[in-house]
């Protein structure tokens, strides 16, 4: 028993003498010179650094400048390096702890990050106490309760186990370790309770249901208040709702603007106001329907301005065709459209004049005729001529008058003769002294009935017939009523065959005419091609949904504004329901063409399949604040899954994430599906360097045909 008394007292002497011998060597300046001169540099280098570092000077800065720099050749720093593993080894077998100490301290100066001198300097940890190890251990311990008070865990974590390679089983070090583990499961479940509040959060935002966004934001910012993505988020609602009742305002504003208008009947007003209303507020009926209103406004008076245009041809080709009493009743139908038209109004006080000088003439007419036919009737064949010829200067083309006249005419010729035969009789019963005087006579009356008066008389109403017939067609030709025209002409010849000028006009009219029923087949085709077409285009508008022009409407407002997003979604569903609008499917190809042609930042330009939960971050670099004022995200992805997933992309700045979009039940088919979500309107993106996307599908795979980033300048 007392012989292990004296081991034991012997090993605890030992080893407080090497302590004791250890410490005076870490700080000694002969065993430094020592070194140097034995050529063990990092031996030296180390002892040299203590001994300044416990005095607090740099007396031995000049000499450790030196062996720093011996070190930095690769070759020497390698030797002196396997020196003191050698020498540090054999000291240790050797129980001179405290230099074996020295050297391998001196290897971890030459390679840091070698393992082999950290486990043997542990093992020497229980016989040497080194004065800088103990000033670094305190130095770490304070660090790690700083960081501890901060609530910063990681690093106080990180500050502790650093001190644990000093002095491992610290019992207080391990005891704020169990704190931090503790604290940090707490915190772990906090935050998982965090994330799935963000989750929900981001999910009602993205939705447009922002009050109870703003309620998740809250929760999750009193669980971990550090975090700056839901201040952020709760920011961006308090922006989004002074944004909506500023918008509110203007919507109401523009709406009472608009309803004064459209009571004043000033249309055009009202239908700009009430457009204008629309982008404030998409999805509000009233404006719409109010232009459908307007719209209807429009089309009654339209239709009324062609009846009046109607009504105005008609009154034209009744008065050229000098067909007055039609004139006057579409003169009638225009002024009950238009009582205060000045146009009307003269043109019937003119065919009013016309109308009442035709009954004076037709009054006169009518007197003269009955005149005629009393001098007719009691045989005064000469005054009933007379008022016949009278009669035919008011009314020329009358032919009962004309034939009147003509029979007037012949019963005066016939007394004419009657009277010359008789005086050439009463001459024959004369004496001789008469006789060549009768015989005169006689001869008069022979040559008047050898000549024929009848004759005479016939020719004369037959060139009255032809020139009432030439007259008749050049009115009728002038007119343009070639048919009509073509009669007279053809009745003129009956009168005087062969006459050139009829022929003429009879070749021209049927030139005319023939050239006309070929123009007349023409329009009738074009007629039918327009017509058909009509119909086709009714067909396609029946199927068109009953807010399709409001949604043309909103679409061109959308597009003027620089809102292509918002424009691309109105002319894609107006295409949906008529693939054959034109308009629509312009718009929508000059969007293309903008997007296409200011791509700023490729995301990914070539497809990219991302398997169901797997979750991939692409960076890019920053936009300018001028790429950012007007900017576009364009994601164009398919899925061949019948599962409909959902895909989610994130925006970071650097580490900190920002926000997001989920895109939701991505259907299988063979088309890309294109996506187009407007980041200038989203703040993060105004105020925040964002700089990298992440991608996240679940619930089934999909893939990623290209993602840029536009920039409309």
């Known amino acids: 028993m007392e012989t292990i008394n004296r081991i034991i007292f012997f090993l605890i002497f030992s080893a407080l003498a090497a302590s004791a011998f250890c410490q005076s060597m870490l700080t000694s300046a002969t065993k430094a010179e020592e070194c140097y001169k034995a050529e063990q540099f990092a031996q030296a280098l180390y002892i040299y650094k203590n001994i300044d570092a416990q005095s607090g000077n740099a007396s031995n800065a000049k000499r450790i400048s030196e062996l720093e720099g011996k070190l930095k050749d690769a070759d020497i720093a390698n030797a002196q390096f396997q020196n003191c593993i050698l020498t540090g080894n054999n000291a240790l077998k050797e129980q001179s702890y405290e230099f074996s100490y020295i050297c391998f301290q001196g290897a971890l100066i030459i390679k840091p990050e070698s393992n082999f001198p950290k486990t043997k300097l542990k093992d020497l940890a229980q016989y040497i106490t080194d004065p800088a190890v103990e000033k670094e251990f305190a130095r770490l311990k304070q660090s790690g309760d700083d960081y501890y008070a901060n609530r910063d865990l990681d690093m106080a974590e990180k500050m502790y186990n650093d001190a644990l390679v000093i002095k491992p089983g610290d019992k207080e070090i391990m005891d704020k370790k169990i704190e931090i583990e503790t604290y940090c499961n707490r915190r772990t479940a906090d935050k998982q309770k965090y994330d799935d509040y963000i989750f929900k959060a981001d999910r009602l935002f993205q939705a447009g249901e922002y009050e109870k966004a ?17 201040r952020t988020r709760l920011n961006d609602i308090s922006t989004i709702f002074y944004e909506q009742s500023q918008i509110s305002e203007s919507y109401s504003q523009t709406i009472a603007a608009g309803d004064r208008a459209y009571e004043k009947g000033e249309y055009e007003k009202a239908k700009s106001l009430y457009t204008e209303a629309l982008t404030y507020k998409p999805e509000e009926q009233y404006p719409g ?7 209807e406004i429009f089309n009654k008076l339209n239709a009324k301005e062609n009846e009046i245009a109607s009504v105005r041809e008609s009154i034209f080709n009744a008065i050229e065709a000098e067909q007055y009493n039609t004139a006057m009743a579409h003169i009638q139908t225009g002024l009950q459209l238009l009582p205060q038209d000045s146009a009307f109004t003269a043109q019937r006080k003119y065919v009013d004049s016309i109308l ?24 005064n064949y000469e005054e009933a001529a007379r008022y016949y010829d009278r009669a035919l200067s008011l009314k020329p083309y009358d032919s009962i008058s004309a034939a009147k006249l003509a029979d007037a005419s012949a019963k005066v010729r016939d007394l004419e003769e009657k009277t010359a035969a008789d005086k050439a009789r009463v001459l024959e019963e004369k004496p001789a002294t008469d006789k060549a005087a009768a015989e005169a006579a006689k001869k008069v009356a022979t040559e008047k009935k050898e000549t024929g008066t009848t004759p005479i008389i016939s020719n004369e109403t037959m060139g009255a017939e032809y020139a009432a017939c030439i007259k008749r ?32 006009k009879i070749s021209e009219i049927d030139d005319i005419l023939s050239k006309n029923k070929a123009e007349k087949a023409e329009q009738q085709q074009q007629i039918a091609a327009a017509y058909e077409a009509r119909n086709e285009e009714l067909k396609q508008q029946a199927n068109r949904p009953p807010d399709y022009n409001r949604i043309i409407s909103e679409g061109k407002s959308n597009f003027a504004n620089g809102n292509y997003d918002k424009a691309l979604k109105n002319f894609n569903s107006a295409i949906e329901s008529d693939p054959n609008d034109k308009i629509a499917v312009s718009f929508r ?60 992309v994130n925006f970071y700045s650097s580490s900190a994430r920002k926000g997001g979009f989920v895109f939701k039940e991505l259907t299988a088919n063979e088309d890309h599906e294109a996506i187009y979500i407007k980041l200038s309107d989203i703040l993060s993106w105004k105020r925040d360097d964002i700089n990298a996307i992440e991608i996240l599908s679940e619930n089934g795979s999909s893939t990623m045909v290209s993602i840029n980033i536009i920039s409309v300048l």
Do not use: H, W
């Open 289 to 295: 329907n109010q232009l459908i209103a307007i719209n």
């Open 214 to 230: 703003q309620s998740d934001y809250r929760l999750a910012l009193e669980l971990c208040p550090k975090e700056s993505y839901p």
């Open 589 to 648: 190809d000059s969007i293309y063409t903008v997007i296409r042609s200011n791509i700023s930042r490729t995301i990914i330009s070539s497809p990219r399949l991302f398997q169901s939960g797997q979750k991939d971050k692409i960076a890019f670099n920053t936009l300018s604040s001028t790429e950012r004022q007007n900017c576009y995200l364009e994601i164009i992805m398919e899925t061949i899954e019948t599962t409909s997933p959902r895909v989610y």
């Open 473 to 504: 067609g050049d009115n009728n030709y002038n007119r343009k009523q070639y048919e009509a025209a073509r009669k007279e002409y053809s009745e003129a010849l009956k009168f005087v065959p062969n006459a050139p000028y009829p022929i003429e």
């Open 356 to 379: 009442t000088e035709r009954k004076i003439t037709d009054a006169n007419f009518e007197n003269f005729i009955s005149m005629a036919d009393d001098f007719y009737s009691d045989k």
